[in-house]
């Protein structure tokens, strides 16, 4: 009952936040700020519960793995700052060390293909971080606002 509480008190301020957004059109302000902020609490509450979630639906499904697996939240520049959640993927130590994936937008060949670089890093800080090689991305998490 108090994870459902928390998880609607979550989404409540997720909703409240969102209105304040501001368009990609303008500066980065304290709207984006607490969007951001209330989806990483997001992230961050439900990281265990849908690393579980997406084991199982690969067990279900034979694409289980016997590598250590981790929810991680995604920063994303380019068109606009947005945030999502990935599972990562690889050895113990190394998935321990991924705190976050950076993902980086760009347009190829005339904006004809749309490019999205996930990388894994070290850090919640997208300014001062290290790659962390030897993990992947497997899986992608779409939270609804």
């Known amino acids: 009952m ?10 409540l301020l997720v909703c409240l936040l969102s209105v304040t957004a501001v368009p990609v059109t303008q500066a980065f302000g304290f709207g984006d ?3 951001v902020g209330g989806m990483s609490i997001l992230i961050s ?3 265990t519960p849908l ?11 034979g694409a289980e793995s016997d590598y250590a697996t981790k929810v991680v939240p995604i920063l ?7 945030i999502g959640a990935a599972q990562v993927i690889g050895s113990q ?3 321990d060390k991924t705190e976050a994936i950076i993902q ?3 347009g190829f060949n005339g904006n004809q293909f749309r490019v999205k670089a996930l990388v894994p890093i ?6 001062n971080f290290s790659r962390v090689n030897g993990v992947g991305v497997s899986a992608i998490i779409d939270i609804k606002i």
């Open 2 to 11: 108090q994870m459902k509480k928390q998880f609607i008190v979550g989404m």
């Open 33 to 35: 700020i607490f969007k």
């Open 45 to 47: 509450k439900f990281a």
């Open 51 to 61: 690393n579980n979630f997406i084991n199982q639906l690969t067990f279900k499904h």
């Open 76 to 82: 994303s520049f380019g068109n606009g700052g947005y």
């Open 93 to 95: 130590e190394l998935v």
């Open 104 to 106: 980086i937008e760009s």
């Open 122 to 127: 070290d850090s919640k800080n997208p300014t």
